[in-house]
């Protein structure tokens, strides 16, 4: 969180604190995420862990990609770096959930 608000170009007040988070919001969209990589995983039929590593990064990469060019070009709330470094961050935590799902998939 501190990596990012350096790398911000946004004023003051834009970043929640800690303590000010909207927890449901949070859960809700990770949620949102973990069900879209299970459904792109399923449709791509890699029930496993290495297809579903795979899928995740994937996904995750083009995911991530559109949201922080998009961001990027209409607001002004990061520089390059933070965004670099967003998306692959993305990149690691889809592919180690598509991983996951992968797994739990080969189980069913």
Not at 8 to 14: C, F, W, Y
Not at 15 to 20: L, N
């Amino acid at each position: 969180m501190d990596f990012m608000k350096t790398h911000s170009n946004a004023t003051a007040g834009v970043f929640r604190t800690e303590g000010d988070m909207i927890w449901w919001s949070m859960v809700v969209g990770n949620l949102a995420y973990g069900f879209l990589l299970s459904y792109v995983i399923g449709k791509a039929g890699a029930h496993s862990v290495g297809g579903g590593f795979k899928t995740g990064l994937i996904t995750a990469l083009l995911v991530s990609t559109t949201n922080n060019c998009i961001m990027y070009a209409l607001a002004n709330l990061t520089d390059t770096t933070g965004m670099v470094v967003d998306i692959a961050a993305s990149t690691v935590e889809g592919a180690i959930v598509g991983a996951i799902v992968g797994w739990v998939q080969s189980k069913v």
